[in-house]
Each structure stands twice: as C-alpha cells, then as structure tokens.
C-alpha cells in the first residue's frame, strides 16, 4: 500500500498547509469570541466547512482524499476545530444520505451556516452501552410523535438548537429494528435539560428528559424502524480519518520532549514506556490508514470502525498517564483552569483528567470489544 501523496494531492497538501498558516487563529487568540467567528467565517469562505460535502447541499464538493488531507493539516496545526461539531461530523451526512428534500432544505444549509448547534441523544440510564435496549419512546399519534424517556450523557444539549434523537416506535424479538431517528427542536415543551459536572469542572455531558414532547412525523429521519441502520452509519462517519493518528503522535512528541527536559530519556523504565507508546502510535496510523482506504473504496466496516475507535481512546489515556509519570511530584501541582481551555494548550493535568472520559464516550470500550469479537471474528454471542 501506498501511502505517499499523488502529486495534485501533494499540491493540495501545501495549499492547505500556507492557508492554515495564514488564517488560524494564534494560541492567545483563541479565547476571543471575535477572533473564533472570524476563524469560523474564514473556513467557511475557502470551502473548508462541509468540505466533501456535495456542492448542490452548500459543501465544498472536495474529495475524501482531499477532506482526510485537510483534516490532517489541521491537526498538525493543532488549528481550531472546524465549528459545527456533531451537526458537521454526522448529522448533516445522515441528513443528506437519509433526509427528504425538505429536511435537506431546512438543515443541511443552516448546519453549514453555524446557526444550529446539534447534540446526539443516544445514551440512557440503563442502555448507554447496549443502545438496542434503550426504553425513550416515541409513540404515533397522527401526525406528531409522543416522546417519553431520559437521555444521559449527552454532549453539549444544554448549548443545542437539536437533538438527533434515537427513541423507541415499536416492540418486538429484534429490539433494533424498533428504534426510529427524529430530529426534535430542543425548544419543544417538555424537554428539560440538567448539565452534569465532570471531573475537570467542566459541563460537556447532560441528562435530558422528554415528558409528552410532541415531535412532528415529518422530523422523522428515514423510514420508522430504519433508526439502527442510520445510528451505525453516523458512528462509522464519526470514527474515520487520519487526524487522530497525527494527534496521538503530536502527543507522543509532547512526551518525548518531557522526558528529555526532565533528564528521563536514560532511563530504561521510561525508555521502554516510550518504545510501547511510539509503536501503538505506528499501528493506529496504519489502522487510520486502512479505514482510509475503505472510505476511499466505498466499504462500510464497522468493526474495523470499532476497534481503531477503541485503540484509539486506550492510546490517548496512556499517553496522558505517561506525561504524569515523567512529570514526577509535579503532577501533584495541577490547579482547575477558569473555564474550559483550548486542548492543544490545555495543562497535563486537565489532559489526563478528561480522557478519562474516551472509554465511554462514543461507545464504550466493552461495547467495541463486543463488536470486535462478533463482527471482526466472527465469535458467537
């Protein structure tokens, strides 16, 4: 396999890489409100929001190569994400695969725009890791839905515009094909939203209540009982590219460095947890590499999904616990920032406490080892 660019995909590469350079924000600019909007509207004029997105939808119409190319070279800038979140991530390319012409008209153009803010309502209190036994409930009655249930762990509700909801419509043997996808407008009766302090200070997660939320039927994406097909497709979309490879080696970097600084580069204890971490580093780039290529070829894998997913997350708290180790008593001095930092900049102590969350947060890692076993080798239930 060849992983060297071509050379149009070289000359995109610099393109990229001169306009990161010009337009991305500087580390002390990224706490300016002003600043991010101009960042934001910056991406949005060079084609970069939606990028691969289909240009008839309002994307840029790039490539896949090309997207994974600028998703690299904005981590190795370690620029400012991208604004749109979930919106941008998967809800708008589930939109766009499984949407009506309206729903496309009314969402996709707005999620480009930045003027909606999505959350993913996924979890429940006794189905976060096995979502087919989730209970919220979405109950028919003419032409509106009846939403009962709660929702946990759900990222930044409390900040969104929508809700990409996965409720219940039907009962039966096969508790999957039950489960229907609405996209429920967050200002609808009913919905109570309570933020859930996290172990860094911050409020990222949320519980959610729908209580007799009525959801029109035309906020229902694809057909009813078709909620599992479009969940699995939006977690593969969320766990492809290459970007985590180049962060986890940019962190890898970080740690090396440490060691130097803190004259531990000799010694063979530390040496050794160096060699372990640079080789996980190697295998989820060439894993990242792999998912590329099926992306590129057209093939839906999600246990290839899954395992670079759970790779992934056990890669990052390593690297983190690592970072502390070298650091010594020092790591002993951390002090709680005054608000959610920029995570390039933030402080190893704010680093290791939340990637506590990655093994949990979009699927557990016991759920991707249950995926792995049965998807990958084929072992039985």
Not at 80 to 85: C, D, L, S, V
Not at 285 to 291: D, L, Y
């Amino acid at each position: 396999m060849d992983l060297s660019d071509a050379p149009h995909e070289h000359a995109f590469r610099v393109q990229v890489r001169d306009w990161i350079a010009a337009h991305a924000p500087r580390p002390a600019e990224r706490r300016d409100p002003a600043r991010l909007r101009r960042w934001a509207q910056d991406l949005r004029e060079a084609g970069f929001v939606g990028a691969s997105w289909p240009k008839e939808y309002g994307g840029g119409s790039l490539t896949s190569e090309q997207q994974a190319i600028l998703n690299e070279e904005l981590a190795r800038a370690d620029a400012p994400p991208i604004p749109g979140g979930m919106g941008l991530l998967w809800v708008g390319p589930a939109i766009i695969r499984y949407g009506t012409p309206e729903q496309k008209a009314r969402y996709v153009p707005a999620i480009l725009r930045g003027e909606h803010t999505w959350c993913t309502g996924y979890s429940e209190p006794n189905a976060g890791s096995d979502l087919a036994s989730l209970r919220t409930s979405a109950v028919r009655d003419g032409d509106v839905y009846v939403v009962n249930g709660q929702k946990i762990w759900t990222t930044v509700a409390h900040l969104s515009n929508y809700c990409f909801l996965l409720a219940r419509t039907s009962d039966g043997p096969a508790k999957q094909a039950g489960l229907t996808v609405l996209l429920v407008d967050m200002t609808l009766p009913g919905i109570e939203v309570r933020p859930l302090r996290q172990i860094t200070g911050d409020c990222e997660f949320n519980e959610v209540f729908f209580s007799d939320v009525r959801v029109p039927v035309d906020a229902r994406l694809g057909d009813e009982g078709q909620g599992w097909t479009i969940v699995r497709s939006a977690l593969v979309d969320e766990r492809t590219g290459m970007a985590a490879s180049i962060r986890v080696d940019k962190d890898l970097d970080g740690l090396i460095a440490l060691a130097r600084r803190n004259g531990k580069s000799a010694d063979p204890v530390t040496r050794q947890k160096i060699a372990e971490l640079a080789i996980g580093c190697h295998v989820l780039r060439w894993s990242s590499a792999r998912m590329l290529s099926d992306l590129l070829h057209g093939r839906l894998n999600p246990g290839i999904a899954s395992s670079n997913k759970y790779f992934t997350s056990n890669l990052l708290q390593a690297l983190s616990e690592a970072v502390l180790d070298v650091m010594g008593m020092d790591a002993l001095l951390y002090e709680q920032p005054d608000a959610s930092p920029d995570f390039g900049s933030a402080s190893p102590g704010y680093r290791f406490l939340y990637n506590r969350c990655l093994t949990i947060a979009g699927g557990t890692s016991e759920v991707q080892r249950n995926i792995m076993a049965q998807r990958v080798l084929g072992l039985p239930r």
